[in-house]
């Protein structure tokens, strides 16, 4: 990921308190704060950056009316926070007594294991992994707590060609909740990787004196790789900041002969690769001993096939891994007609008869994406 100016400057101003600091001066100059907490917030940092500046002492040279919006801001997130994990507990309490096994993921478990408050890491979701037969029984958990399904294509497409869904309480915190039966959404690499071997790799964390699972550090770390590029598109400095404390705390615990031979067998390597490469570049954390940090064409998908100019190519992978001529027909067809609620959802549809023109519009997308899902897919033989 490139950064900018004001992107060096806010990643500076937040490691002088917290680890991993960046090695590197930084920017010259006055510091615009308006500009600095604007770029924070929309990096979803600001949280952290208005923590780093109040330890240091630094926010009296913020200008007041500045300041006060900051200050609001950061009150508004940290009570957001709170009632998430307040309803996390909930969740966990829940799921303990229907004994569904669960694992916490990104947010909702490096809050805890990797922030020295939970309302440094923001979170706009709870992402939670169960076992597949047991999402009928969580489904029924969740909108027993308000929740409804938000922005599926249809009744069981999800469950059969996704790796998760999503529900939403309708009220003013619009919480969300995202139960995952794979962690990567993509039925390519959802059919390469055994998610078993994950449920296997877990360490233990507690969550308002409730106990839970999270990701193991290795684990956490082919997860959060594969997603920042996968999800993300190699954007995102919340996200890459994750990363880089995942392993800048947890290298030791990190095997890297392992972590190569395992990123290689699940496609990921060269996801793993370039995210390391680019925690080192920022902020100077080596990548775990042993491990292969050089470009490998054995190592499943290139990052840059994520960029823009290729954002097609996710609809050839995820096309592609679907197995069968008739299950690819049925996802094909099913993704360019989706349920009318979806409509409702997506687009505001607020007369039904208007469908056959969302549709249309859908087909015409698709239409015009052809081009650059050809171009896109030449350089996905590389790995897949």
């Known amino acids: 990921m490139k950064l900018d100016l004001a992107d060096r400057r806010v990643l500076s101003l937040i490691s002088r308190t917290f680890p991993p600091g960046m090695k590197d001066d930084p920017p010259p100059g006055a510091?615009?704060?308006?500009?600095?907490?604007?770029?924070?917030?929309?990096?979803?940092?600001?949280p952290l950056l208005f923590d780093a500046l109040k330890e240091s002492g630094r926010l009296d040279e913020i200008p007041a009316p500045v300041l006060l919006d900051f200050r609001r801001a950061y009150l508004r997130s940290a009570n957001l926070n709170e009632e998430n994990f307040r309803e996390l507990a909930a969740l966990l309490d829940a799921l303990g007594e229907a004994r569904i096994p669960v694992i916490l993921l990104k947010g909702s478990a490096l809050a805890v294991a990797l922030y020295d408050r939970i309302a440094q890491r923001p979170m706009c979701d709870l992402d939670l992994l169960i076992p597949k037969d047991a999402l009928a029984a969580f489904e029924k958990i969740l909108t027993g707590r308000g929740f409804a399904g938000q922005g599926n294509l249809g009744k069981g497409?999800?469950?059969?060609?996704?790796?998760?869904?999503?529900?939403?309480?309708?009220?003013?915190?619009?919480?969300?909740?995202?139960?995952?039966?794979?962690?990567?959404?993509?039925?390519?690499?959802?059919?390469?990787?055994?998610?078993?071997?994950?449920?296997?790799?877990?360490?233990?964390?507690?969550?308002?004196?409730?106990?839970?699972?999270?990701?193991?550090?290795?684990?956490?770390?082919?997860?959060?790789?594969?997603?920042?590029?996968?999800?993300?598109?190699?954007?995102?400095?919340l996200a890459l900041y994750d990363i880089a404390r995942v392993q800048a705390r947890w290298s030791d615990r990190i095997d890297g002969d392992e972590l190569t031979e395992t990123a290689r067998t699940f496609g990921l390597l060269s996801?793993?690769?370039?995210?390391?490469?680019?925690?080192?570049?920022?902020?100077?954390?080596?990548?775990?001993?042993?491990?292969?940090?050089?470009?490998?064409?054995?190592?499943?998908?290139?990052?840059?096939?994520?960029?823009?100019?290729?954002?097609?190519?996710?609809?050839?992978?995820?096309?592609?891994?679907?197995?069968?001529?008739?299950?690819?027909?049925?996802?094909?067809?099913?993704?360019?007609?989706?349920?009318?609620?979806?409509?409702?959802?997506?687009?505001?549809?607020?007369?039904?008869?208007?469908?056959?023109?969302?549709?249309?519009?859908?087909m015409l997308r698709c239409v015009a994406a052809i081009p650059g899902m050809l171009l896109a897919s030449l350089p996905s033989q590389r790995g897949l």
């Open 157 to 237: 497409f999800e469950q059969e060609f996704m790796s998760e869904v999503c529900y939403v309480r309708p009220d003013a915190s619009r919480l969300t909740v995202e139960p995952h039966w794979h962690l990567f959404n993509a039925p390519s690499y959802a059919n390469k990787i055994p998610i078993a071997w994950f449920w296997e790799h877990t360490a233990p964390i507690e969550i308002i004196g409730r106990r839970a699972q999270m990701l193991s550090p290795m684990a956490a770390l082919l997860h959060l790789a594969g997603h920042y590029y996968l999800h993300h598109q190699g954007v995102g400095l």
């Open 31 to 46: 510091v615009d704060w308006a500009a600095v907490i604007a770029r924070a917030e929309r990096h979803t940092l600001a």
């Open 271 to 362: 996801a793993v690769q370039a995210v390391l490469r680019e925690v080192t570049a920022i902020w100077q954390v080596p990548p775990p001993a042993h491990f292969s940090i050089g470009a490998d064409q054995a190592g499943g998908f290139h990052p840059a096939e994520t960029a823009a100019p290729s954002r097609y190519l996710h609809h050839v992978r995820d096309l592609m891994g679907v197995e069968g001529f008739k299950p690819r027909v049925s996802y094909l067809w099913r993704l360019l007609f989706p349920s009318r609620e979806y409509l409702r959802q997506r687009y505001g549809m607020r007369d039904e008869r208007m469908a056959v023109f969302y549709y249309g519009y859908r």
